[in-house]
């Protein structure tokens, strides 16, 4: 005992200042990744935003003044069809489960919804394809909005379950005590109540949605032009990005990169802000 | 609540009810038509090639000889390689957050690393062809190295949440037996929370198995299989994402539909088995 | 209420399309890629009617034409007898252009000679490195690196590949016997690349590689080209020369409903491998709006279009074969 510690202790201290390292290492190791796509999307981006980016459709190879306009509204339109058919199911099942789901018929549903989220999401644009392209006998926005509602619906869903739950007893019941007849108090009382959380989760879903591009591939597929008809094929971003980034033509890869930037800029700013503004929900 | 329950015969609370039910159970619903449309439309691809589909590394449009092997082989070592790295990467993240980090950081490396998760795969493969491609070429190791970053965050966010949930008083009764912080952590929180642990590796697993466009866009695209992961390779959902609109017969298109097919499954078992895992861990916590 | 109000407007919103300018929907082959995207462009703003092409490989045009999910197809790859008969038995092979299948490579050698045993054994790898003695017979004086050879070829259905091993098939019994020819083959190696771009990508990226690429890929991404041995023994770069010296020399054995090949035709600067490109769409339309339209675009690519041909890397069709391609277009109800 000669310095005032025993041997065993200093080897147990120094293992321990090993591993304290490792997992700062670790830590490191996981976040220069992020660092290195976020700082070529953005010095690679930037340098090929301009106003035409915003304002023009794609053109063809070797001319300049190409952009991804009708890609971001196209994007727009097809998460909102999305939505159209997400949320309401997502949003009423939610609730069901919360409110009336504990017995078999819960857990099946509950069960489905979980292994829905872990679904690869090709998977919903193939069914997509089969119900829709296959039937219309076209590619259409339709088609691309229902794969993305897919994608969606289970994350709307368990959020919503979750935060109707978090709806405090006594709120609804007092509410019920008012005469307040039950169907009332589920929309007017306790979805209002739950609202931000489940706002936040369909913010969030939409996130997701929006920077899928596989569903997308073969249901709204892609387009040159402006088109706002719901029943043809619609430009995204994603798809767009994608074809932008396999090609070999510079140009079109620079306009890739302007994409993405746009792109991780509004998902990484939806995510943000709506993290900041209500509490954490976990998906795992 | 359900014993509280009265029952209306108010008419208006018994439509409510319904249409909340019949919407959600419109998820089963169609959970199961997504697997009977597969199933239908691969009907001809599994009439013809039986069960050794799975085992054949054939594929030779014309001649119209087909086998899912190469792609399986390829989804199950990019995932692999994915887990070699993301594993240690993604634990020993969440350890530094959960249990070593200053409280002033602890949030922002916590967000930093969900980013990660909220990237679309396409950038990330953007990335990966102009980055990591020169670094690792068009192979396997490239694609389970991209797989690794964009499974890490799911890993690393969902072994933080067990482990934050491991009670304090296990961590103090460790430190008062004169634990050092990497022993507590050992001994006290690691066990506790392994269930947990490795329902998010299994979790993440599930996610490599799914992604599609990072993966396409950097494997190489060979449909063979070779025992080293620098050569390129495929898999079953970049099989999917480059051939599929372009099946050439109907015999070709059933194909497609079959890998899809194989693919759902391998995704739903394995997210089973996440489930399973993270469940148990769940109901411990409750009957604390 | 508020659902129902979505709906509604969901519902304006597809019958306001309706109301707006026709447009057509097709797919399939990059090889003609550049020259469509430039003709539908000047095509809109002549005459106001969208034409969108998505270019999938001619594989993926003929399926989501055959499933009526799109008003035409573009295939380099004339539809079998069978993909007809799937397609109601209805179908029109129009010939827009045609054009070279570039071999290109990435070893910072231009101009390098190959013949077609040669190149076939490469794509067999039977060949594996680019200082290999069969190579440098070729090419006397030229100093190979010592590097593996990545072969690239299609990863998708494609109408490129299907002329380049109908070439190889020609020039090479062993490819004819071990592989075959057409748009989806069994490559012995090599990494796939997705679409003509693709390819031309992936070449673009990686030393030591050789892919093949229609002409205006390699040209529109300076990538160093190779010199093929003809039919009549002289080595012979890509060009629209070469390319229209092929059609001048094949155009009389091509069939009367057009689905023939140019491959190795006779002269001395005639190139290889060369190939037409066809619109395919269905003689008897759905309705007659579509019938007009399809005619007109038609008419239109290849009567003006053709001016656009030769500074993008194709070939028009010659005067006499162009007449015959009109009077079918015609026939279209």
């Given amino acids: 005992m000669e310095n005032g510690q025993p041997r065993s202790f200093k080897i147990r201290k120094i293992k321990e200042k090993v591993f304290l390292a490792a997992t700062m290492l670790a830590t490191l190791a996981a976040i220069v990744p992020l660092f290195s796509l976020l700082t070529y999307v953005v010095i690679k981006g930037i340098s090929s935003i301009n106003l035409d980016f915003f304002l023009h459709c794609p053109v063809p190879v070797g001319e300049s003044g190409g952009g991804m306009a009708n890609a971001m509204v196209g994007t727009f339109i097809i998460v909102s069809i999305g939505c159209l058919f997400s949320i309401p199911i997502g949003v009423l099942g939610g609730l069901w489960l919360a409110e009336w789901g504990k017995g078999k018929r819960g857990f099946y549903i509950r069960y489905a919804v979980d292994v829905m989220a872990g679904f690869p ?42 935060m109707v739950r978090m709806v405090p007893r006594s709120l609804k019941e007092s509410a019920l005590a008012l005469g307040l007849p039950e169907w009332k108090v589920m929309i007017f009382v306790v979805l209002r109540s739950a609202w931000s959380g489940i706002f936040t989760g369909i913010m969030l879903a939409v996130a997701r949605a929006a920077g899928e591009t596989a569903p997308l591939l073969f249901t709204a597929f892609n387009n040159m032009y402006w088109n706002f008809r719901l029943d043809q094929p619609m430009a995204s971003m994603t798809v767009q990005i994608y074809n932008y980034a396999i090609s070999p033509f510079e140009e079109w890869n620079n306009l890739a990169w302007a994409g993405s930037l746009t792109l991780v800029s509004i998902i990484l700013f939806i995510t943000l802000f709506v993290r900041k503004f209500s509490r954490r929900v976990t998906y795992g | 609540m359900n014993n509280v329950a009265i029952k209306y015969t108010n008419r208006g609370d018994r439509w409510f009810q319904a249409v909340a039910f019949l919407l959600a159970a419109s998820i089963p619903v169609i959970f199961l038509t997504i697997f009977a449309m597969l199933l239908w439309q691969a009907r001809e691809s599994i009439f013809q090639f039986g069960f050794g589909f799975i085992f054949s590394s054939a594929w030779d449009p014309v001649k119209n000889q087909y086998g899912a092997l190469p792609f399986i082989y390829g989804t199950l070592i990019s995932s692999l390689i994915a887990l070699v790295l993301a594993v240690p990467l993604g634990i020993g993240t969440a350890i530094f957050i959960s249990e070593l980090a200053p409280a002033w950081c602890k949030e922002w490396i916590a967000t930093t690393v969900d980013l990660l998760a909220a990237i679309p795969s396409v950038v990330y493969g953007l990335w990966g062809v102009f980055v990591l491609g020169p670094i690792f070429g068009l192979s396997m190791l490239c694609a389970g190295v991209i797989l690794a970053i964009m499974i890490l965050p799911t890993i690393c966010a969902v072994s933080r949440e067990v482990m934050q949930a491991v009670p304090n008083s296990l961590r103090e009764s460790a430190r008062a037996m004169g634990a050092t912080q990497w022993e507590m952590i050992k001994t006290a929180v690691l066990p506790t929370a392994a269930s947990g642990i490795i329902g998010s590796i299994v979790l993440g697993l599930g996610r490599a198995i799914g992604e599609t466009m990072a993966v396409t866009m950097v494997i190489g695209n060979r449909p063979s299989i070779s025992l080293s992961i620098f050569d390129p390779g495929y898999s079953l959902s970049a099989v999917l994402a480059n051939e599929f609109a372009e099946a050439s017969s109907n015999l070709n298109f059933s194909v497609m539909v079959e890998i899809a097919l194989i693919l759902l499954v391998f995704a739903v078992i394995v ?14 916590d409750h009957s604390r | 209420m508020i659902k129902r109000a979505l709906v509604f407007f969901l519902g304006i919103a ?17 090889f003609p890629y550049p020259l469509y995207s430039k003709w539908f462009s000047v095509y809109k703003n002549q005459s106001g009617v969208q034409v969108n092409y998505a270019p999938i490989g001619s594989g993926g045009g003929i399926r989501q034409f055959t499933a009526g999910v799109v008003d035409f197809g573009g295939t380099d790859a004339f539809m079998t007898d069978g993909e007809i008969d799937a397609a109601s038995n209805d179908v029109i092979h129009i010939p827009t252009v045609a054009g070279a299948v570039a071999v290109v490579t990435n070893i910072g050698v231009g101009g390098l000679k190959l013949d077609g045993e040669t190149l076939a054994a490469i794509f067999l790898g039977g060949i594996k490195k680019w200082n290999d003695p069969k190579i440098a017979e070729l090419n006397p004086g030229v100093n190979f690196p010592d590097k593996n050879i990545l072969v690239v070829h299609r990863s998708d259905s494609s109408g490129t590949s299907d002329i380049f091993t109908n070439y190889l098939a020609k020039v090479s019994s062993k490819w004819a016997s071990q592989v075959g020819a057409g748009k989806s083959v069994a490559w012995p190696t090599g990494v796939g690349g997705k679409g003509n771009p693709g390819v031309a990508g992936a070449v673009k990226n990686n030393e030591g590689s050789i892919g093949y690429v229609e002409e205006a890929y390699a040209e529109t991404n300076q990538l160093d080209m190779t010199a093929i041995k003809n039919k009549a023994g002289k080595y012979v770069l890509p060009s629209v020369a070469g390319t229209i010296s092929a059609m001048a020399a094949g155009v009389s054995k091509i069939p009367a409903d057009f689905r023939g090949n140019i491959l190795n035709q006779a002269g001395k600067s005639t190139y290889p491998i060369c190939g037409l490109t066809w619109l395919v769409v269905h003689q008897k339309q759905r309705n007659a709006e579509k019938s007009a339209a399809l005619k007109a675009m038609l008419t239109w690519a290849l009567n003006d279009g053709k001016k656009y041909a030769a500074e993008l890397f194709y070939a028009p069709l010659p005067e006499n074969l162009k007449n015959k391609v009109l009077k079918v277009v015609n026939s279209i109800e």
């Avoid at chain 1, 006998?137 to 691309?144: C, L, P």
């Avoid at chain 1, 909005?145 to 979750?162: H, S």
């Fill in chain 3, 14 to 30: 597809v019958l306001a399309g309706s109301a707006m300018a026709l447009s057509l929907n097709g797919a399939g082959a990059t």
């Fill in chain 1, 121 to 162: 999401t090709i998977v919903f644009g193939i069914f997509a394809y089969m119900l829709f392209v296959l039937t219309m006998k076209r590619f259409s926005a339709i088609a691309g909005g229902f794969a993305l509602a897919l994608v969606m619906l289970p994350y709307i869903t368990k959020t919503t379950e979750e």
């Fill in chain 2, 271 to 284: 997210n089973g088995l996440a489930r399973l895992f993270i469940w148990k861990m769940v109901s411990q």
